[in-house]
């Protein structure tokens, strides 16, 4: 499990920002009958950790020696700057299972991608699961080489989750495909044929009009 340190932390509301600006982030710890203890943690260690266990995974979190299993769950980012300016952790039951979102990594090589030129689609990109926290992925890898034609996919169903594991998505879901390439050309040439025929249309009602206008002939002598 990846450890992280964190230390207690007393100050709140504006004065957050002081944290901030000297390179740690304010966080909170809290959990099902689990006091709430404000935190303030490294940036650049946090930065670590997540690129490493992600928020799927637990998390060692060394509260100044008293260490807690938690999990990420919430991140608040500066919309500005991006960067993060909060974390929240969840003091995860080691008994009780967990529901959250893993994301799916694909990998290998499409030939409907290679030799047929089509375009990967991605419908998915996290998983949701519920599992006891150890037995929590930290990430769930879609191999892409079934994709043989435009008519092959990969649905939920056949992902290669651990048995551990429940999967809440609908098992017929579609996770990845292949589309064909656009025709072009085709496209284009059907485009300008219903422009032109748009066009015959107008100057047929046209003349039409021009024809219930045109004043009659008097045929009274």
């Given at each position: ?113 290679k030799d ?101 002939e008097d045929?009274?002598?």
């Open positions: 499990m990846i450890s992280l340190k964190a230390k207690v932390r007393t100050e709140k509301g504006r004065k957050n920002s002081k944290t901030r600006e000297s390179g740690r982030i304010p966080a909170v710890v809290y959990g099902h009958k689990v006091k709430n203890v404000l935190l303030d943690i490294d940036y650049k260690d946090f930065q670590r950790v997540l690129r490493e266990a992600g928020e799927s995974s637990l998390i060692e979190l060394d509260i100044e020696g008293d260490k807690k299993s938690v999990l990420v769950h919430e991140i608040q980012k500066d919309p500005v700057s991006d960067k993060f300016i909060h974390i929240d952790f969840f003091q995860a039951s080691l008994t009780e299972e967990v529901q959250v979102k893993v994301p799916l990594v694909l990998e290998g090589e499409s030939l409907a991608v047929l030129g089509g375009t990967l689609v991605k419908n998915i990109s996290e998983l949701e699961v519920k599992a006891l926290a150890k037995n929590l992925p930290h990430e769930i890898r879609v191999s892409i080489e079934p994709l043989k034609t435009f008519e092959d996919h990969i649905l939920v169903k056949d992902l290669n989750v651990p048995k551990d594991v429940k999967v809440l998505a609908k098992p017929d879901e579609i996770v990845v495909s292949v589309s064909a390439p656009a025709k072009v050309e085709e496209d284009l040439a059907k485009e300008i044929e219903e422009k032109v025929e748009d066009v015959e249309k107008v100057e047929k009602e046209k003349k039409a009009e021009d024809v219930v206008d045109e004043p009659k045929k009274k002598q």
